[in-house]
């Protein structure tokens, strides 16, 4: 099973398919924010920078794949992302459902290096205070939909590193 695992890891559509996952998730987060009026809070930029980071690991697992050491860091690294939006989606549903205390500045947070919602205000821009995802389908909340995929992205991508090391020692 390590072995398939180990095949899938390298295959072009393996990465390809999570750049897709990637830009679909982002498409849906910008078809709500401009055609459905739903402005994205600071936590919910948060994620979406979470999701540009799982694009571009992917692109790069996708173009490295043939190599062993940077298509472990392209697997580790997607370990890193789904924590990273885990956190954020767990943070999102929290603050949603009232379990969590604190409030969302209007701030991003980001260092001037790092200026994401200056340089692609159309993209990262906090519009709103947090408080509440739209519902998506069958009554299940964007938090909640993030917080399931963001599990399940951690979980093959612990896997798909675990099988691409024994594979390397083997």
């Given at each position: 099973?390590?072995?398939?695992a180990a095949r899938l890891g390298r295959h072009p559509g393996?990465?390809?398919?999570?750049?897709?996952?990637?830009?679909?998730?982002?498409?849906?987060?910008?078809?709500?924010?401009?055609?459905?009026?739903?402005?994205?809070?600071?936590?919910?930029?948060?994620?979406?920078?979470?999701?540009?980071?799982?694009?571009?690991?992917?692109a790069i697992g996708f173009f490295s794949r043939r190599r062993?050491?940077?298509?472990?860091?392209?697997?580790?690294?997607?370990?890193?992302?789904?924590?990273?939006?885990?956190?954020?989606?767990?943070?999102?549903?929290?603050?949603?459902?009232?379990?969590?205390?604190?409030?969302?500045?209007?701030?991003?947070?980001?260092?001037?290096?790092?200026?994401?919602?200056?340089?692609?205000?159309?993209?990262?821009?906090?519009?709103?205070?947090?408080?509440?995802?739209?519902?998506?389908?069958?009554?299940?909340?964007m938090a909640e939909a993030l917080v399931g995929f963001s599990?399940?992205?951690?979980?093959?991508?612990?896997?798909?590193?675990?099988?691409?090391?024994?594979?390397?020692?083997?």
């Amino acid at each position: 099973m390590m072995a398939l695992a180990a095949r899938l890891g390298r295959h072009p559509g393996y990465w390809a398919g999570l750049s897709g996952l990637g830009l679909g998730m982002e498409a849906v987060a910008l078809y709500y924010q401009y055609r459905l009026d739903y402005w994205p809070c600071v936590l919910c930029i948060h994620v979406r920078i979470w999701v540009m980071a799982l694009i571009l690991t992917a692109a790069i697992g996708f173009f490295s794949r043939r190599r062993q050491r940077p298509l472990l860091l392209a697997h580790a690294a997607t370990v890193v992302i789904g924590l990273g939006l885990l956190e954020r989606s767990w943070k999102l549903l929290g603050v949603e459902r009232g379990t969590l205390e604190g409030s969302c500045s209007m701030d991003s947070g980001l260092p001037p290096w790092f200026a994401l919602d200056q340089w692609f205000p159309w993209l990262f821009k906090v519009w709103e205070p947090c408080g509440y995802t739209p519902e998506l389908l069958f009554g299940i909340t964007m938090a909640e939909a993030l917080v399931g995929f963001s599990m399940l992205l951690t979980l093959l991508a612990v896997f798909m590193s675990l099988a691409t090391l024994i594979r390397k020692e083997s």
